[in-house]
């Protein structure tokens, strides 16, 4: 199995998709979005530009797939039903996104209205199912869903996450942010592990310590450590988890595929300002 990020926030996008590549094709969270408000700004054009590329990139790669799943129902995640999000996204589009593709997603027990009105909006595609705590088995690969566990410090919020084994096992943390979900992932004991870090920028220096010693002590569980997402949107990220990125298991999604990070949501106040 060979994964392949395909849009993160080290990419220029708040997004955590990625694609499973092997004997069954997975496409993870496939969705991506923009901060409304940065620095009390919009998002910069180059923004928008790269929105765009990453919502065909998904388009394109889910037409490969053989299952998608989402880790629940945030925009970011998954590819809504609706037109809008900065003209980047229509029915139509969604529906070429998951046609004749089997979907296991978040559950709709326990959801906001928000995140109940996204998921109903999935009940009319035939193949949409409710993955929570459950394990599929298909094509030789097992897919094995934790139950529902907090959006890192937002505890009203629940995301699942999903360990895909075969040769090798890789388990895919959405938003947990080193907070929540630690033991599921240590049960699991991945190969590589792709999750989201913690938002410096909203958390005080005592939570961002306990989300270092929690994602220090995950290192010991799995061989290479994909961190993203939250975690990125501040250009000295890395000095937030000093401990943490000193180890060589420890890269973005953008190293991970041998490119530069483009943080442009970090960026927006430079970006307007030339």
Known sequence: MDVIPLAFDS???RSMCCFIKGELNILIDPGVSL???RFELPPHEL???????KRQLIREYARKADIITISHWHNDHHTP???GLYNSVTPQLAASVYREKPVLAKAIKGLNFMQKKRARSFLNHQHFEQCDGKTFSFQGVTLTFSPPVAHGTFK???VVMVSIKAEK???HASDIQGFSGISFIKKEHPDILIMSGPPA???????LHEAESNILELLDYCNQLILDHHQVRDLTFKETLPEVWKSPKVKTAAEYTGHLNILLEARRKELYSR
């Open 35 to 37: 901060a409304p408000k």
């Open 47 to 53: 923004e928008l530009e790269q929105l765009m590329k």
């Open 11 to 13: 990419m220029g996008v």
């Open 201 to 207: 920028y909203l958390l005080t220096p005592e939570k």
């Open 169 to 171: 096992k890789i388990v």
């Open 156 to 158: 009203k919020i629940p």
């Open 81 to 83: 039903f609706i037109t």
